[in-house]
C-alpha cells in the first residue's frame, strides 16, 4: 500500500509542531484569509528538513507538478510557505530555468501578498535571471507593465540580491512603469530595490533619485536613501 502523499506528509508534519493557539496573531498579522497552524518559521523549517532532503526528481516537470500539489491543495499558510521552501531545495537548483517560469507566475498570481511573493522574486526569480538572462531579462520588462501588481513588485525586486551584477538598465526600466502609482507595495518596492542598490553604487542612486525626484513619492525616495545613498562629497 502506498504511503501518504507528499502534501499530506507535509500537512501531517506541520500539524505535529503548530502551536494552535498562536494561529489566530498570525493569521492576523499577515491579514490572511487562508489560517495558520501555527507554526512559525525555525519549527517549520526544522521539521521539514527530514521530508525534502531525501526528495528527488527525474526532471522539472516532476518537481514542478510536486511543487504545485502542496501549493493548491494547501488549507493553511504554512503549507504554502512549504510549497515556496520545496521550490528552493538543493535538488531543485538545476531546474531553476526559464521553463519554470510559469509555475513561479501561478504562485504570484494566486498568492497575492507580500510574503510569498517576495521570496520568490528575491530568490528564484533572481536565480532564473542569472541562469538565463535574455529570456528573463524580456518577461521582467513585460510583468514592469502588466495589470497584475504583484508582477510588477516582481519585476522590480528580482535583483535585490545582485549587488555590483544589478541590471541599471532592466532596474530602471521596470521602475519606469510603475514610478508615478499609488500603490504602496510599488512605491515600496522602488524604494526597495534602490536601497538595496545603494550598498553598491551610493551616488547613483542618489543621482537617479535627484533626476526623478518630482515623479517618485516620498516613500520611495526616503527608502531609496536610508542605507547611504546620498550623494558623497
Not at 36 to 60: H, K, M, N
Not at 81 to 95: P, W
Not at 140 to 166: F, G, H, V
Request: a neutral charge.
Amino acid at each position: 500500500m502506498a504511503g501518504p502523499s507528499l502534501p499530506d506528509r507535509i500537512r501531517l508534519t506541520l500539524e505535529s509542531v503548530a502551536d494552535p493557539a498562536r494561529a489566530p496573531a498570525m493569521q492576523a498579522y499577515m491579514k490572511s484569509s487562508m489560517p495558520y497552524l501555527g507554526v512559525s518559521t525555525a519549527p517549520r523549517r526544522a521539521a521539514l528538513e527530514p521530508i525534502f532532503t531525501g526528495l528527488d526528481w527525474p526532471d522539472s516537470a516532476t518537481w514542478q507538478h510536486d511543487a504545485l500539489s502542496v501549493w493548491r491543495g494547501a488549507e493553511f499558510r504554512e503549507e504554502r510557505y512549504a510549497a515556496l521552501e520545496l521550490t528552493g531545495v538543493k535538488a531543485a537548483r538545476c531546474f531553476q530555468h526559464i521553463d519554470a517560469l510559469p509555475m513561479y507566475e501561478e504562485m504570484i498570481v494566486t498568492g497575492a501578498w507580500w510574503d510569498y511573493i517576495d521570496e520568490i522574486a528575491g530568490h528564484r526569480l533572481w536565480t532564473i535571471l542569472q541562469n538565463d538572462r535574455a529570456a528573463m531579462t524580456r518577461t521582467m520588462r513585460a510583468w514592469s507593465t502588466d495589470d497584475d501588481m504583484w508582477k510588477r513588485r516582481c519585476a522590480i525586486i528580482c535583483q535585490l540580491r545582485a549587488k555590483s551584477a544589478t541590471d541599471l538598465d532592466l532596474l530602471y526600466a521596470c521602475i519606469e512603469p510603475s514610478i508615478g502609482s499609488s500603490e504602496f507595495f510599488l512605491r515600496k518596492a522602488i524604494g526597495w530595490a534602490l536601497r538595496q542598490y545603494a550598498w553598491t553604487d551610493p551616488d547613483e542612486v542618489a543621482r537617479y533619485v535627484a533626476a526623478n525626484a518630482d515623479r517618485l513619492s516620498g516613500l520611495s525616495q526616503r527608502e531609496a536613501l536610508k542605507n547611504g545613498g546620498k550623494r558623497r562629497g
